[in-house]
C-alpha cells in the first residue's frame, strides 16, 4: 500500500507507509553508545521512526546523573520507550542488587527493563524470574537470548534458543531479542562474515512469532536481509543512531537496496 506524506520535504512524492507510533511491529530499536545532550536532542529529528532506545550495556554507570535523566526525559517525550542495556542487569544481578537496581531505574524514568543472560551465567529459570520481578514492578520487558561470547553461543542450539525465547515470553517478556552485538557477526542468525542464516531467522520466526522478535541488526545488509525476507514490519534492533533514517527509508522502499522489492 502506498500513500503520500504531505508534511515532509518531496511530500508528492509516494512511499510505502507504515504504522504510526505507538506501533506494535516494525519496531526500530536504536543504541544509544552515550550520545551528549546535544546529540541527543538532534537525534529527535528521526523520533518518528524510533520505538525504542537502549543505553548500552553500561555505559549509563560513567554519565553523569542528570545528564542520563534529561536524555530519559527527552526520549520518552517523544514516545520512545527507554530501557538498560542487558549487560548492566547482569552485573547488578552478580552483585545482589537487582531490587535496588529496579527501585533507580524507576526513580531515573526508565520505563522499560531489558533481561539477558549473555555475559553471566544466569539460568532461563532465574531468567524468567528476573522477568517477572521486573513485570511486577511496573516495566515493560524484554529479554535477549544469546552469549556475547562467539564460542559460547554456538553451544546454543537453536532449540536451545527457542525453548529459553518462549520462557522468557511466559514469565512475561513482551518481545524476545536475537543477540548479535554490535558487530553483527558470528552470533545467533549471523556468520562469521554478517551474513544471515535465513533458515534459522525463519525458523525462529515460525517458532516465537514475527512481532515478538527483536532481530539485532547494526550493519545495512542485515537489515536489508531481513527486510527483504520478512518485510518492512521486522523488528530491528542494535541500529545506530546515525543509520535510523536511512534504515527507513529501507522500509519505505525509497533505496535502491528495497525499491521495487517490496
Known amino acids: ?38 546529540q541527543a536532542q538532534d537525534l529527535m529529528q528521526a523520533a518518528p521512526y524510533i520505538d525504542i532506545i537502549k543505553l548500552g550495556w553500561g555505559t549509563p554507570r560513567l554519565s553523569p546523573e542528570d545528564v542520563i535523566r534529561r536524555k530519559i526525559k527527552l526520549y520518552r517525550n517523544h514516545n520512545i520507550k527507554v530501557g538498560n542495556g542487558g549487560t548492566l542487569l547482569e552485573i547488578v544481578y552478580q552483585q545482589g542488587k537487582t531490587e535496588l537496581f529496579l527501585d533507580y531505574c524507576r526513580q531515573m524514568g526508565l520505563d522499560l527493563i531489558e533481561v539477558s543472560n549473555g555475559v ?94 527483536i532481530f539485532e541488526a547494526p550493519d545495512k545488509n542485515q537489515q536489508v536481509n531481513l527486510i527483504l525476507l520478512f518485510g518492512s514490519d521486522v523488528n530491528l534492533g542494535n541500529i545506530r543512531p546515525e543509520d535510523v533514517i536511512p534504515l527507513e527509508t529501507l522500509r519505505r522502499g525509497i533505496r535502491g537496496d528495497t525499491f521495487g522489492k517490496l
Open 1 to 38: 500500500m502506498k500513500a503520500k506524506d504531505n508534511k515532509k520535504a518531496f511530500g508528492f512524492v509516494d512511499v510505502i507507509t507504515r504504522t504510526e507510533k505507538t506501533r506494535k511491529k516494525g519496531l526500530t530499536m536504536v543504541l544509544d553508545k552515550g550520545l551528549g545532550p546535544n
Open 120 to 213: 553471566m551465567p544466569i539460568s532461563t529459570e532465574e531468567k524468567a524470574n528476573i522477568i517477572r520481578s521486573a513485570n511486577a514492578a511496573g516495566f515493560s520487558v524484554i529479554s535477549e537470548v544469546g552469549k556475547k561470547d562467539p564460542a559460547e553461543d554456538r553451544k546454543l542450539s537453536l532449540q536451545d534458543r527457542i525453548i529459553e525465547a518462549r520462557s522468557d515470553l511466559e514469565a512475561g517478556a513482551r518481545h524476545v531479542i536475537i543477540e548479535a552485538r554490535e558487530s553483527g557477526k558470528s552470533l545467533g542468525v549471523y556468520d562469521d562474515k554478517g551474513g544471515l542464516k535465513e533458515d534459522m531467522a525463519r525458523t525462529l520466526v515460525e517458532e516465537i512469532g514475527i512481532e515478538k522478535i
